[in-house]
């Protein structure tokens, strides 16, 4: 296995077991590794600091192993097997409520770069990073092994900026077919789309805040703005609401908010999906809410589009509380990763102001124990939520 080996005081970030080393700590790469490559870390005083995978770029390698360690498939089973664990502690893998969860979540669950996501059988796996991307069939066998009769397929779905060696990455079965996928959730059934869907198919980290919103439904006017396949609407008629209106600007997620309300309350005239973009809806629709939900998607990929973002998230929120009644809520949220919470939170805080109404905080939102963060590595903390009461 070739060697990276640190500048002087560089290795203080592995000992604070944080699991990205940046190119700018590094003093001499032994060899050529290529894209993927697993490579072992060592301090100037030629101490193992553990094994990782290499890569091109700011981040040139994601830890995998704090210590010495083989990269087989004992090891990764043995990374698989604490992940599943951890779901049936949850009360999620294996139980009564949901057969979709998250089974891998990346640096939360020792496996950087990895996303595998578990849908009734089938495990989608997503690479973010080129050393996932190359071990992504011997993972697929992993994932046999340690679910046995419980899995039927491996899908494996590229995601943006993560090829490979070759260039690309192919979406594809790699083991298994494929199948119409239809998850059950608190008892709601959802169709999910695999292969041309957000993220794997579904957003299973709002799930908790989902149901959160059903307790807050009962004879409620509610408007779920980005609702994308129908989560939160759903949600809120099974919770008693008056009316719902799903607004995406996708034709195709308008369809399958249909299909999803169909598949739970066939034939129900509550609902209404409209394909628009949000600004132009809130300004042309004339409506008030009792209930208004914002959950769009990533504003900021990276640092340089933060500032854009901030300035669109508080667009958005200031839009969403002119058509709030007194005493309505707004359930908001952020995914973007480079938008902390405090800095959400401001953006939030000064929609609030513009408006010139009294707002409270409810709630304080995040995503759910099957999307882990590791406590050294804050970054892992992507989703963030505010549910407001509007007087």
């Known amino acids: 296995m070739q060697k990276i080996i640190l500048k002087p005081g560089k290795e203080q970030s592995i000992y604070r077991f944080h699991p990205w080393i ?132 491996v899908y494996y779905r590229s995601a943006p900026g993560a090829a490979g060696r070759n260039g690309r990455q192919e979406n594809g079965y790699l083991t298994g077919g494929e199948s119409r996928t239809i998850i059950t959730e608190y008892g709601h059934k959802f169709s999910v789309d695999l292969e041309g869907g957000q993220k ?77 973009d949000v600004f132009d809806f809130f300004r042309e629709q004339g409506n008030v809410y009792d209930i208004v939900i914002l959950d769009p998607p990533a504003f900021a990929k990276g640092m340089k589009a933060r500032n854009n973002a901030l300035q669109a998230y508080r667009r958005l929120n200031t839009k969403a509380l002119e058509k709030i009644s007194p005493g309505g809520l707004l359930f908001t949220f952020s995914c973007s990763q480079v938008v902390s919470k405090e800095q959400f939170r401001q953006a939030v805080y000064s929609a609030a102001l513009q408006s010139e109404r009294e707002i409270r905080v409810l709630h304080q939102l995040s995503q759910p124990a099957d999307h882990p963060v590791s406590i050294y590595h804050p970054e892992g903390e992507y989703l963030k939520g505010l549910v407001l009461q509007v007087l």
């Open 22 to 153: 940046f190119s700018g700590a590094i003093k001499t790469i032994t060899g050529n590794p290529r894209e993927g490559d697993p490579v072992e870390i060592f301090s100037s005083a030629d101490e193992c600091l553990g094994t990782g995978h290499f890569q091109q770029g700011s981040i040139t390698v994601r830890m995998l192993s704090f210590k010495p360690a083989k990269l087989d498939s004992t090891f990764w089973k043995g990374k698989i097997i604490n992940a599943l664990e951890l779901r049936k502690v949850c009360n999620l893998a294996g139980s009564g409520h949901t057969d979709a969860y998250r089974l891998v979540n990346a640096e939360g669950d020792g496996m950087p770069g990895m996303i595998i996501d578990f849908y009734n059988g089938t495990a989608v796996m997503q690479a973010h990073a080129p050393g996932m991307y190359m071990i992504r069939n011997q993972l697929a066998e992993v994932l046999k092994d340690v679910l046995k009769e419980d899995l039927t397929s």
């Open 200 to 276: 794997t198919g579904f957003f299973i980290d709002q799930r908790e805040n989902r149901k959160l919103l059903m307790d807050y439904s009962q004879g409620k006017k509610v408007l779920n703005m980005f609702g994308y396949t129908g989560g939160f609407s759903v949600y809120a008629l099974s919770g008693g609401a008056s009316l719902v209106d799903t607004v995406d600007s996708s034709a195709k997620a308008v369809e399958k908010a249909h299909e999803n309300v169909e598949l739970n309350f066939p034939s129900d005239k509550h609902h209404k999906a409209y394909c628009a």
